[in-house]
């Protein structure tokens, strides 16, 4: 995978579904690497890497040709890389639930909803809580 990132915004009336806005919070189009895991059959642990499409503090897309379940709960872990270099990058760690998958349109991932995140640069930790 390439380290780059690009950054935009996708506006609300891009998410309409039968004419009702269903997310509470812009997602912005950032593509930074994503690893994934999560508990398969008899507790076995599932591994997955992807490149996210968009994120928001309360959900995000990733592009992956491997998705967990729908219902699953998983580890995700993003690396958003600096724009500039000298710059630290940022890694991100949450636990997220699979809201959905797609496999059509060309378009090969999962939705997530985010639980909590815990932001990570250096040697320096931040924990981020939702009000």
Same mark, same amino acid.
């Given at each position: 995978?390439?380290?780059?990132?690009?950054?935009?915004?996708?506006?609300?009336?891009?998410?309409?579904?039968?004419?009702?806005?269903?997310?509470?919070?812009?997602?912005?189009?950032?593509?930074?690497?994503?690893?994934?895991?999560?508990? !398969? &059959?008899?507790?076995? #642990? /599932?591994?997955?890497?992807? $490149?996210?499409?968009? =994120?928001?503090? +309360? !959900? &995000?897309?990733?592009? #992956? /040709?491997?998705?967990?379940? $729908?219902?699953?709960? =998983?580890?995700? +872990?993003?690396?958003?890389?600096?724009?500039?270099?000298?710059?630290?990058?940022?890694?991100?760690?949450?636990?997220?639930?699979?809201?959905?998958?797609?496999?059509?349109?060309?378009?090969?991932?999962?939705?997530?909803?985010?639980?909590?995140?815990?932001?990570?640069?250096?040697?320096?930790?931040?924990?981020?809580?939702?009000?």
């Amino acid at each position: 995978m390439q380290n780059l990132m690009a950054i935009g915004t996708i506006s609300k009336t891009n998410c309409r579904v039968a004419g009702m806005e269903l997310r509470k919070r812009v997602r912005h189009r950032i593509a930074a690497n994503a690893v994934f895991t999560w508990q !398969g &059959a008899q507790q076995s #642990s /599932l591994f997955g890497a992807g $490149v996210t499409r968009d =994120i928001s503090f +309360d !959900g &995000a897309f990733i592009l #992956s /040709l491997t998705c967990p379940p $729908v219902g699953s709960a =998983i580890q995700l +872990d993003v690396l958003l890389l600096p724009l500039q270099s000298g710059e630290r990058s940022l890694r991100m760690k949450t636990e997220a639930t699979v809201i959905r998958v797609e496999h059509a349109n060309g378009i090969e991932g999962f939705a997530v909803v985010i639980e909590g995140v815990s932001l990570a640069e250096g040697s320096s930790h931040l924990s981020v809580e939702r009000i």
